[in-house]
């Protein structure tokens, strides 16, 4: 694997994006993703953040509740309760993972680290261009909203003034009526 990092390759941000979670209204990877991508246990994982639990606070790193964990095997994140082995998953936050690499100090963990670092920037930036889209969106809807009313109002005055030109139409080609002079 650390070959691969060398070779620039790194996992792919397509996989560490998929392992990104929003759980609490945060973005979280859950310590067995991140095991997996460092290359090492859940449990050693786990032991390294315990030995070292006072650089993890809560906005750090938090325990999931059962309702979560419920939530997330439903939406196949984690297979089954079973597959935790009755463990409760730690999610780690972004400033979280950033700080599992002063934890972890293998050249693995921390070139994947720099790799998760990456992909939280990367999505960062996807989630406020699409907002900046969104908000380019509504203006150029406005506009057409805009546009559209003053269209209508054209297309109004244009059918007034047709009727009008049809009565004035109507009104030289009636039959005149009254005393005609004779000179």
Do not use: C
């Not at 979280?28 to 090492?40: K, N, P, S």
């Not at 082995?85 to 693995?108: I, N, R």
């Not at 900046?132 to 007034?160: A, M, P, R």
Request: aromatic residues 10%; neutral net charge; without cysteine.
């Amino acid at each position: 694997m650390s070959e691969l990092i060398e070779n620039k390759s790194l996992v792919p941000e397509e996989r560490i994006a998929g392992k990104i979670l929003f759980v609490r209204g945060e973005k979280i990877m859950l310590d067995f993703h991140l095991a997996e991508l460092y290359g090492t246990e859940t449990r050693a994982l786990k032991q390294a953040v315990r030995r070292n639990i006072e650089r993890f606070p809560i906005d750090f790193m938090f325990e999931l509740t059962a309702d979560e964990i419920n939530k997330m095997v439903s939406q196949s994140v984690i297979p089954s309760k079973s597959y935790l082995g009755g463990a409760v998953p730690y999610a780690f936050t972004e400033t979280g993972v950033a700080m599992l690499s002063s934890v972890l100090k293998s050249k693995q963990a921390v070139d994947i680290n720099i790799a998760i670092m990456r992909t939280f920037v990367m999505l960062r930036k996807i989630l406020y261009n699409s907002k900046e889209l969104l908000s380019w969106q509504h203006e150029i809807e406005q506009k057409l909203g805009d546009q559209n009313n003053q269209i209508l109002f054209i297309f109004e005055y244009l059918k007034q003034f047709e009727e009008a030109k049809h009565l004035e139409s109507e009104h030289k080609n009636r039959p005149k009526i009254g005393f005609k002079s004779l000179q």
